[in-house]
């Protein structure tokens, strides 16, 4: 399981950080994400990290996002700064657990919930 948190209302150029933490029986994480979906929109990535810590985003937030995470946490963050009106999308994150199984490794990719962010001009 993935649970988000963090999301809200903020005026432009405002900062919000927004966490996702994921639980259950874990090996490992590789890649974990954020991805928006602005309403009549499709699912957008916004930024990944791998299990490397190496990054990628969207062009759209670069220099304004900063994806990081926690392994000892399970946890992946997303650190959003100037934000912009059309920041505003319901935020997913996601994960790709890797589980032990009887016969050896198994990786699911995972969803959270979604987490409504509304950036107002």
């Known amino acids: 399981q993935l649970q988000a948190s963090g999301g809200g209302l903020v005026q432009t150029g405002g900062s919000l950080r927004l966490s996702c933490e994921a639980s259950?029986?874990?090996?490992?994480?590789?890649?974990m994400g954020w991805y928006r979906q602005a309403p009549g929109k499709q699912r957008d990535l916004v930024a990944t990290i791998t299990s490397s810590a190496t990054t990628n985003y969207a062009d759209s937030v670069k220099g304004r996002f900063t994806i990081s995470r926690d392994n000892a946490k399970n946890t992946v963050y997303l650190q959003m700064s100037s934000l912009k009106p059309e920041d505003t999308a319901v935020y997913y994150c996601?994960?790709?657990?890797?589980?032990?199984?009887?016969?050896?490794?198994?990786?699911?990719?995972?969803w959270g919930q979604g987490t409504q962010v509304t950036v107002s001009s």
């Open positions: 259950g029986s874990i090996f490992s994480i590789n890649t």
């Open positions: 996601n994960a790709d657990v890797v589980r032990l199984m009887a016969w050896g490794q198994k990786s699911f990719s995972y």
